[in-house]
């Protein structure tokens, strides 16, 4: 006779014993066709990134010109509230002070319009294809040929540019050795033309937006509404205008503000907002640029020292970047201020001056001078 024994105790554990052999043999299936001895967090970043990186390296340079087009015309809706709105304003306040920030405002509207055309329009500077390169570092992986030194591949622009610092998409454009300088100098000059619309123009905006909202919020009249002038005679509602701005300020002297009209307002408002967004942006992209410039090197230089920095620093050694000649050094050979070039002329006026050298041979510390660039 035989005897049957139900283990019903041990049906679960079965059953999880099964679903953990199967999930197993997935789990060694699944990384033995899939197993990558690099794989790491930088590793899987790069995938992830890579849709990214492909739009950018196809669409960048298509979509250039709609971001030098947007470019121009938020500048120019800057420049145009300001001569309709800021000039009148000031004018009637002090004609003298007002044409003294009419001379400082064409001032910086000269230099953000130039170095911006320059930037747009200046090549960063190749390597020449025909010519022998008589120092060379590398070959290009993708272009197939010399690569000078601080020279790198652009994937927008398809080509090797001369100390390549990034492309710039508001430029439509690389910056490299050729136009790195009308670009920090457009970012610099924009940076302090905000600072100057804002800075004078706070008093407009905080007399016609604030103080206008909250001292004339007059309670609903019942009936026919009815306001007082100022010579106590009774007007209808309906009669009254918004004031332009040469009413405003006259009232601000005398009995305070009065309301002006909605589209000022807004074209106020839209002021203040461009100019807090360019003043963040183009003012931490400024500040960036100039520590990279005090320490003589260039956005994609300034990882590749890091990294060297690191990698000498487990050897127990210290690197040492050979284009860092030291703060004033280093400006002034970005700057191009040499051959007796001035701040004034060069810098504070708009200047086309080529950079130093050929962008192909660079001095470095280990030289025994540099001649000329003092």
Request: hydrophobic share 40%; aromatic share 14%.
């Amino acid at each position: 006779m035989v005897t049957i024994r139900w283990k019903i105790r041990k049906f679960p554990y079965n059953i999880y014993r099964s679903i953990r052999s199967s999930f197993q043999k997935f789990y060694y299936t699944f990384r033995s066709l899939t197993y990558n001895h690099y794989m790491d967090q930088s590793y899987a970043a790069d995938v992830c990134m890579e849709p990214l990186v492909w739009f950018v390296d196809n669409f960048t340079h298509t979509i250039g010109p709609l971001f030098v087009v947007a470019v121009i015309c938020l500048t120019a809706s800057v420049v145009g509230i300001a001569y309709w709105i800021g000039i009148p304003y000031w004018w009637n306040r002090n004609p003298f002070f007002c044409i003294i920030l009419i001379i400082i405002g064409h001032w910086l509207l000269l230099n953000v319009s130039f170095h911006y055309y320059m930037g747009v329009v200046t090549p960063p500077g190749f390597p020449p294809q025909d010519e022998l390169i008589t120092e060379v570092v590398s070959i290009c992986k993708k272009c197939i040929a010399p690569k000078p030194p601080r020279t790198h591949h652009c994937s927008v622009c398809k080509r090797c540019i001369l100390k390549m610092d990034h492309h710039c998409p508001w430029l439509n454009n690389c910056v490299g050795y050729r136009n790195h300088r009308y670009f920090f100098m457009y970012t610099v000059y924009m940076v302090v033309g905000v600072l100057f619309i804002i800075i004078f123009g706070f008093d407009l905006a905080y007399s016609g937006i604030w103080l206008s909202s909250d001292d004339y919020d007059d309670p609903e009249l019942e009936g026919h509404p009815v306001k007082f002038n100022k010579t106590g005679a009774l007007i209808p509602v309906t009669d009254i205008l918004y004031l332009d701005t040469n009413s405003l300020v006259q009232d601000h002297i005398n009995d305070g503000i009065e309301l002006i009209h909605p589209w000022k307002k807004r074209a106020i408002i839209y002021m203040a907002l461009i100019n807090t967004g360019v003043l963040v942006a183009l003012g931490g992209l400024a500040s960036w640029h100039s520590r990279l410039i005090t320490k003589g090197e260039t956005s994609i230089e300034a990882n590749i020292n890091k990294a060297e920095t690191l990698r000498c620093l487990n050897l127990g050694k210290i690197y040492r970047n050979p284009y860092n000649f030291g703060p004033r050094k280093n400006w002034k050979i970005f700057l191009g201020l040499i051959r007796e070039r001035s701040w004034f002329r060069h810098i504070l006026l708009p200047s086309a001056h080529e950079p130093i050298g050929d962008g192909l041979t660079w001095h470095t510390i280990h030289d025994d001078g540099i001649e000329g660039w003092s």
